[in-house]
């Protein structure tokens, strides 16, 4: 028997999780997974660069392309993901959940020194999620979790980045609030990845409460 805790929705969610690298975006994203799943949901997990082949060519030109061009390319597999990934699992019913999505575009590039508007012009015809959660942690922690496991792209190379990246989520979040996102801040700084896990669960199951009864 499903539980169905969202009640009978006949197309599925589409949650984003963004936030500063090494705050754990992917474990919380598999937690939370988890969790949907125990709870009678349809899960899809994907994440973006995505595995299809302009996702491919993202991962092999980060530490290579600039500024407005890898904005672009970016971008590009954003809404290739959406067509080729994300809407075809809503569509049936399933939750998605995706590990980075508008708001890590729109912070990456910045990195380039590429400007905001362009980069939210970039965006905005991309899918709104249901829910976007943002993860908050303090810079410090993140700056030692990246010297432990080292840097995954270029971006965690400069003195200071951690700061700076938080600093433009910081900016973002407001930028997306503003734009009428839903927005789910959580601070994962004393948090294990089970509990933000939850704490996302349970503001999911509050945002389908009325349609439940």
Known sequence: ????????????????????????????????????????EEVHVTAEPSTGPIGALCRELTETTIGHALACLYAADRY????????????????????????????????????????????????????AVILEADPEVISERLQERGPHNRFQLSPGSSHAESHFYRQVTERLIQAGYDVLRVDVNKRPPEQSAALIRDRLLTFFAPAAG
């Open 80 to 131: 290739h993901h959406l067509e080729a990934e994300v809407r075809p699992n809503t569509e049936v019913g399933r939750v998605v959940l995706t590990d980075r999505y508008i708001p890590s575009g729109l912070v990456m590039q910045r990195f380039d020194g590429v400007d905001p508007a362009f980069l939210w012009g970039l965006n905005a015809e991309a899918d709104r999620p249901d829910l």
């Open 1 to 40: 028997m499903s539980l169905r805790p969202f009640s009978d929705h006949q197309r599925g969610l589409f949650v984003s999780v963004d936030g500063p690298s090494g705050a754990g975006k992917s474990t919380i994203v598999q937690c939370l997974a988890q969790l949907l799943a125990a709870a009678g």
